[in-house]
Nanobody, 123 residues
């Protein structure tokens, strides 16, 4: 069983940047796609971004395209989410997840989840 631990969340002003990290342990995550999802208060969890195991294929939600960048370092079993030009509407708990489905954007295709890290963007 893989364990995922997110870090890097915090409070930032609008226009600022944060980089989230998600470290995997228990087994290598090479060969699996990794995704980021987020859940704002009162909302359902939504897809943010996904990266293939090779790192060559990435997808983003329209709401973050051009501002967020997903990347991974398989040697470190870590996936990152660089978030720039943050907006108050980006405020949410951010979760990383692992999927055996290639670059799926469906929450149901992700079998392992981290505990989440809070990102708060003030206006």
């Amino acid at each position: 069983q893989v364990q995922l631990v997110e870090s890097g969340g915090g409070l930032v002003q609008a226009g600022g940047s944060l980089r989230l990290s998600c470290a995997a342990s228990g087994r290598t995550f090479s060969g699996y796609s990794m995704g980021w999802f987020r859940q704002a208060p009162g909302n359902e969890r939504e897809f943010v971004s996904v990266i293939s195991w090779s790192g060559r294929t990435t997808y983003y939600a329209d709401s973050v395209k051009g501002r967020f960048t997903i990347s991974r370092d398989n040697a470190k079993n870590t996936v990152y989410l660089q978030m720039n030009s943050l907006k108050p509407e980006d405020t949410a708990v951010y979760y990383c997840a692992l999927s055996s489905f290639k670059t799926s954007r469906l929450e149901a295709d992700f079998g392992s989840w981290g505990q989440g890290t809070q990102v708060t963007v003030s206006s």
